[in-house]
């Protein structure tokens, strides 16, 4: 009850979000965005690779599912080998004598039918991709040589680079572009390579590794940003010395009240970073031409810079856990079905964070020239006619009813709280 009186309660705050969640969730929407997918219809093993997909990522799961049939099972089989990938270098109970090399020789696993890997501690909660990691490398021998190819050679610059950094601090600023660069930069250029071997985009969007690994590391260093305290809990620490030694003895000390105000500073630098690579995010998705592709595309970067928006001088990033609200992710999704459309998020969310930057911040003239830098980059797409600015309002293809349902329930929740 808690729950549904709280999610009423913002669909008072925010009628046309929570209106459009309501399109979205009950009166069919979610099936214009992400058509359903006959998972029946596969082979045995591709059903249960669908099956982990769902289980590892229900918001990859569903772009992955909404792609071109062409792409669609090369990018699920691509995402469960990095899973797979991410899940070893993430345990702790795996000792380094046996991570190192099974990281470093993983991309060789995937020529060996029947591999599987039993060593990861029962709390790992990917764990049982890795025991039944044959039925991935099952359809990853039935996927286009090209498409093989590519994940391979991914999964292999990935875990040497991941095998690099085991027991390892992260301490430069350097440090902390190349880790994001093998965990998730890695992982825009593989994308962008399957892109072009598909034939569905321009084979240069898989030549340009330097903007590719842009749009990676964009949606790696908000995830870093925001989950400070869950790795500080983990015993993981992806912030930078170079950065939060300017502001604390150690890093654990961000976490604490009378370091408050340092620790937001010290976010603020961090966002301010992410910032400088807007650009390569925009030229990226400028470029692309499918619109699944697009879609696939920008979803997960319009929720990154809400998330930046959100974190941006916000201290609770140190005391619990910062999400935009779900009827803002929803509404999001609805509108990043063109470059245009992804390009007006952009314009909103700096909007918001140029709002936010406090003169007495160390960093805050240099976070308000990237945001200007950003803004320019929009400006000179609206000249060009490549983004039309538009006020916020309901989706064109939101029905009326939706509207007076989120209306009533909103209202109900009203009295629920009244009461």
């Known amino acids: 009850f808690a729950v549904m009186a709280d999610l009423l309660l913002n669909g008072l705050a925010h009628p046309l979000e929570f209106a459009t969640l309501v399109h979205f969730q009950f009166l069919g929407g979610s099936k214009k965005v992400f058509p359903p997918l006959r998972v029946e219809e596969e082979t045995a093993n591709m059903q249960r690779c669908y099956y982990y997909l769902d289980m590892t990522s229900r918001s990859f799961s569903a772009v992955i599912k909404a792609l071109d049939p062409e792409l669609r099972s090369a990018i699920c089989i691509f995402y469960l080998v990095l899973r797979g990938l991410d899940t070893v270098e993430d345990d702790p109970t795996i000792p380094p004598q046996v991570k190192i090399p099974l990281l470093r020789e993983f991309d060789q696993k995937l020529f060996k039918p029947g591999w599987t890997f039993t060593g990861c501690g029962e709390r790992e909660k990917d764990r049982a991709l890795l025991v039944e990691f044959n039925v991935v490398i099952e359809e990853f021998g039935h996927l286009r040589r090209e498409y093989q190819l590519v994940i391979a050679d ?45 034939g569905l985009e321009d084979a240069a969007i898989g030549h340009n590794e330097e903007i590719a690994n842009s749009m990676g590391l964009f949606l790696q260093k908000v995830n870093i940003i925001r989950d400070y305290l869950e790795d500080l809990h983990s015993d993981r620490q992806w912030y930078p010395r170079e950065i939060w030694s300017k502001y604390a003895p150690s890093l654990a000390d961000l976490a604490k009240p009378e370091f408050r105000q340092q620790a937001v500073h010290c976010l603020n630098d961090l966002i301010t970073d992410a910032l400088a690579l807007i650009p390569h995010v925009f030229a990226y998705l400028g470029a692309l031409r499918s619109p699944t592709i697009i879609n696939f595309c920008a979803i997960p970067q319009v929720m990154a810079i809400a998330t930046l928006a959100k974190c941006y001088n916000n201290p609770r990033v140190f005391t619990g856990v910062v999400k935009i609200r779900k009827s803002l992710a929803v509404q999001l999704m609805l509108q990043s079905s063109s470059f245009s459309d992804a390009v007006g998020v952009f314009d909103r969310f700096l909007g918001d964070l140029a709002a936010k930057v406090p003169s007495a911040d160390p960093s805050s003239a240099l976070t308000r020239a990237r945001i200007e830098d950003a803004r320019d980059l929009i400006e000179a797409a609206r000249r060009s006619g490549q983004y039309h600015r538009t006020a916020q309002q309901l989706p064109a293809n939101l029905p009326l009813r939706a509207a007076l349902v989120a209306a009533t329930l909103a209202m109900l929740g009203y009295f629920a709280w009244s009461a």
Request: charged fraction near 15%; aromatic fraction near 12%; charge should be neutral.
């Open 154 to 198: 991914i999964a292999q610059r990935m875990g040497n680079g991941m095998a690099d950094f085991v027991g390892k601090s992260v301490e430069t600023v350097a440090d902390y572009n190349l880790y994001c660069h093998y965990v998730a930069g890695l992982v825009g250029i593989g994308l962008s390579k399957l892109f072009a071997a598909s």
